[in-house]
T-cell receptor
Framework: GESVGLHLPTLSVQEGDNSIINCAYSNSASDYFIWYKQESGKGPQFIIDIRSNMDKRQGQRVTVLLNKTVKHLSLQIAATQPGDSAVYFCAEKTRGNEKLTFGTGTRLTIIP | NAGVTQTPKFQVLKTGQSMTLQCAQDMNHEYMSWYRQDPGMGLRLIHYSVGAGITDQGEVPNGYNVSRSTTEDFPLRLLSAAPSQTSVYFC????????????????FGPGTRLTVL
């Protein structure tokens, strides 16, 4: 069945270091993968998306990598800042289906 | 623009009570949806709408009703609240249903924290 899972529930990173958040998926029919950031007490905020026919996409300080061979998705955050502390969710969308399937989330803590 | 707004922010209900969670957006988005978020879990889709007058069920629709009489508003109704509906509820909207060529970012509201006793 469809599932979007995360390898690590928590991640602590020193300020200034790079962080990598991983996500596994099982639905080969997914056409988009999306990363959301959720700060405490707030709704999820879109970070970046990647289409299934791409391997890599870069944004401001963030890079998403997609490995379709092993059905793995990662979010890299460069030069982490205190404001990066949040829960990060990966989500996938299937072509022709409006539903977004979310993973359980990874809590990223930036250590000063 | 105010974006996506939700009211109330907090609500406590007794089992069997009914209530409506309000959601409004001022971005002229066609697509709107409701999610619930439980501790340790990701968001799960309850209902969604691709335009005024059109609604459909998501992953966990039981116990919830929706309607979409206008583009701006998408209320979620609990007809008879149950403790299992204790959760944080998020409303989201986007420009249109995602096509094969692009993903339309979903904008989320701040959430409603509901407790059913």
């Amino acid at each position: 069945g469809e599932s979007v899972g995360l390898h690590l529930p928590t991640l602590s990173v020193q300020e200034g270091d790079n962080s990598i958040i991983n996500c596994a998926y099982s639905n080969s029919a997914s056409d988009y993968f999306i990363w959301y950031k959720q700060e405490s007490g707030k709704g999820p905020q879109f970070i970046i998306d990647i289409r299934s026919n791409m391997d890599k996409r870069q944004g401001q300080r963030v890079t998403v990598l997609l490995n379709k061979t092993v059905k793995h998705l990662s979010l890299q955050i460069a030069a982490t800042q205190p404001g990066d502390s949040a829960v990060y969710f990966c989500a996938e969308k299937t072509r022709g289906n409006e539903k977004l399937t979310f993973g359980t989330g990874t809590r990223l803590t930036i250590i000063p | 623009n105010a974006g996506v707004t939700q009211t109330p922010k907090f609500q406590v209900l007794k089992t069997g009570q009914s209530m409506t969670l309000q959601c409004a957006q001022d971005m002229n988005h066609e697509y709107m949806s409701w999610y619930r978020q439980d501790p340790g879990m990701g968001l799960r889709l309850i209902h969604y709408s691709v335009g005024a007058g059109i609604t459909d069920q998501g992953e966990v629709p039981n116990g919830y009703n929706v309607s979409r009489s206008t583009t701006e508003d998408f209320p979620l109704r609990l007809l008879s609240a149950a403790p299992s509906q204790t959760s944080v509820y998020f409303c989201a909207s986007s420009y249109s249903r995602a096509s094969d060529t692009s993903y339309n970012e979903q904008f989320f509201g701040p959430g409603t924290r509901l407790t059913v006793l």
